[in-house]
């Protein structure tokens, strides 16, 4: 069974960056899905982006698309999600969440992901 653990969350100003890691263990990482997740308080948990890392491959959803970008350490596991020019309706619990998978193009969607992370938590200020 895969482990997650998200970090890196904080309180920035409108137009900041932040980096969230997701530190993965268990089983290597570079078959299952990664996706990052948000949730704000009152909304649904939407997808932000899927990251496949055996090929690299990356699905964005509407909220990931143009300022948000994912990179990765293979030597620790840790995949890191980067979010630029930030907005104050990015403020969210940003979880990232895994299944295993033997081919690329993975899901948005959160039901699909067996394993999380307790999250961590984003603040941006207007």
């Known amino acids: 069974q895969v482990q997650l653990m998200e970090s890196g969350g904080g309180s920035v100003q409108a137009g900041g960056s932040l980096r969230l890691s997701c530190a993965v263990s268990g089983n290597p990482y570079r078959k299952y899905c990664i996706g990052w997740f948000r949730q704000a308080p009152g909304k649904e948990r939407e997808g932000v982006l899927a990251?496949?890392?055996?090929?690299?491959?990356?699905s964005y959803g509407d909220s990931g698309k143009g300022r948000f970008t994912v990179s990765r350490d293979d030597a620790r596991n840790i995949v890191f999600l980067s979010m630029n020019s930030l907005k104050p309706e990015d403020s969210a619990m940003y979880y990232c969440?895994?299944?295993?998978?033997?081919?690329?193009?993975?899901?948005?969607?959160?039901?699909?992901?067996?394993?999380w992370g307790r999250g961590t938590q984003v603040n941006v200020s207007s």
């Open positions: 969440a895994a299944y295993l998978r033997n081919y690329d193009k993975c899901s948005l969607t959160s039901v699909d992901y067996v394993a």
């Open positions: 990251f496949y890392p055996a090929s690299g491959s990356t």
